[in-house]
């Protein structure tokens, strides 16, 4: 019998200005074709470290998670910290030499042209290497001192795998880990993020810049000359979360519950930082959508696959769009969320209809927590409550 599933699914309507917040390599906004028509688009890797970085805003500086390819350096810090600070005092030379025998086990390739680095970026949560330093039991010391043969046999008695493949933080047993040289440190990601597209047409625009060198009294000619390619959209942004694989990565309903709420915070709140200091993009969102489904996701993006016109507002017709693909796909499919929560303020008769009631961000983010939380407690789907069901009947 398949285990049960729990999907909670966020769609954003969400509207930039002139910005450039996601360019390829040659500086250009990333674009893709959808629809037969050019759309704005921003890649999931872009918005799906917008959303870590402003999740782990809400994490203590120890729980946190890092991505990097410097795990050696970082291990060898911490031993080569004060026993008094949660290291082994070693000098500079011995804590290098025992950090990278600890880390010999996981086999992780180097980097072929920066020896101290691995090939590819690790990421981790700094209670990991805590705990990789705990199995040390306070012997580094007598372990840095042995020969290269007799060090390789005592860490070999370490389970150095299991350090790094349990007690993963809220950031990992979200967005998941691949290593291919190791594959017991694997952690399937329980979010997926969509790119996030235009539901309109879109063009790139060019803007010409000039710097004034303030010190230049001598002509009025420019310091500096330049152009910046730009649009504004209003985009569709989609992630779902798997309530079923954070739980199993966590171990804890509680700390899963938690997770999948402020991940549902963060995701809404987050805005990926390209070019930010000459554009200040930094939006909220028109609408947040909230659907609950047990049987599979559903990417809504299908509403845009026309793009929207704009000729009374693009955030209120592509607000529209969304509801009507979402009542379409319940009667042609039969596939119907759980349960739909939502949080706008687009007018519009049809909005509440489909979506429900609009909610207080903090209102939807509670109902969230009780969804998953009761489905956490016995695989069912509590009906609605508190603040949503007073909302309901204004």
């Known amino acids: 019998m398949a285990k049960p599933t729990l999907f909670v699914e966020v769609h954003i309507l969400q509207s930039v200005p002139p910005s450039n917040i996601n360019r390829d390599d040659s500086g250009t906004p990333k674009q893709a074709l959808y629809g037969g028509a050019r759309r704005a688009r921003v890649s999931s890797q872009a918005w799906k470290r917008a959303a870590r970085i402003e999740f782990a805003k809400g994490e203590e500086p120890a729980d946190r998670a890092t991505r990097t390819k410097r795990i050696a350096a970082l291990l060898a810090q911490r031993l080569a910290a004060p026993a008094g600070d949660g290291g082994a005092g070693l000098d500079t030379a011995q804590a290098d030499r025992l950090a990278t025998a600890l880390l010999e086990p996981l086999g992780i390739k180097k980097s072929t042209k920066k020896e101290e680095q691995s090939a590819y970026l690790l990421f981790f949560g700094k209670r990991q290497l805590d705990a990789l330093i705990a199995l040390l039991d306070g012997r580094a010391a007598e372990l840095a001192a042995l020969t290269d043969k007799e060090l390789e046999e005592e860490i070999k008695q370490l389970p150095v795998v299991s350090a790094l493949s349990t007690g993963h933080p809220a950031e990992v047993a979200l967005f998941g880990r691949m290593v291919a040289d190791l594959k017991e440190l694997n952690v399937d990601a329980a979010v997926q993020v969509a790119h996030a597209l235009s539901t309109h047409a879109v063009r790139t625009e060019f803007d010409y810049f000039t ?57 809404t709140r987050s805005m990926p930082t390209g070019h930010q200091n000459a554009f200040a993009h930094r939006t909220l969102p028109h609408l947040v959508l909230v659907t609950v489904r047990t049987d599979q996701p559903v990417n809504l993006v299908s509403a845009f696959e026309k793009p929207v016109t704009g000729s009374q507002g693009l955030a209120a017709e592509s607000a529209l769009a969304l509801a009507e693909e979402l009542r379409s796909v319940g009667d042609t499919w039969g596939s119907t969320p759980a349960r739909a929560l939502a949080t706008y303020a687009l007018e519009s008769d049809k909005l509440p209809e489909v979506f429900g009631p609009s909610l207080p961000f903090r209102a939807l983010l509670d109902e969230v927590g009780d969804v998953i939380g009761g489905w956490l407690a016995d695989a069912t789907i509590p009906a609605q409550t508190t603040e949503a069901a007073k909302v309901g009947k204004r």
């Open 211 to 267: 710097a004034v060198d303030d010190e230049n009294i001598d002509d009025s000619g420019a310091g500096m000359i330049g152009t910046v390619e730009f649009n504004s959209s209003t985009l569709y942004r989609y992630a779902v979360l798997g309530a079923h694989q954070l739980r199993e990565n966590l171990t804890s309903a509680e700390a899963t519950r938690d997770a999948a709420v402020r991940f549902v915070d963060a995701f």
